[in-house]
C-alpha cells in the first residue's frame, strides 16, 4: 500500500483520488508517520440505498415489548 504525507495528500488530493480510481490500489495517509486514513477504491456496488441498508446487522438482546419502569415508580402517576 502506498503512503502519502497528510500535507502532500492535501496539495494533491483529486489527482490521488483519480489514481486510486485507476490503479485500484489504496493510499494510506499519515499524520508525523502515522496513518490517520485510508483511501480505498469503490467497490462494485458503491451506491448505497438508505431505506434498508442495515437490515439484519441489528441484534435484540432483550425485551422490547414490556415496560422499563413499573408504573407505580413513576412520580406522574401517583396520588
Known amino acids: 500500500m ?46 448505497r440505498k438508505f431505506v434498508g441498508d442495515l437490515v439484519g446487522t441489528g441484534k435484540i438482546v432483550g425485551d422490547i415489548v414490556g415496560h422499563v419502569l413499573d408504573v407505580k415508580d413513576m412520580e406522574a402517576y401517583r396520588d
Open 2 to 47: 502506498n503512503e502519502i504525507s497528510i500535507s502532500e495528500f492535501k496539495a494533491k488530493c483529486l489527482g490521488l483520488i483519480d489514481e486510486v480510481q485507476k490503479t485500484r490500489q489504496p493510499l494510506r495517509i499519515t499524520r508525523r508517520g502515522k496513518p490517520v486514513a485510508e483511501v480505498i477504491p469503490a467497490g462494485p456496488d458503491h451506491t
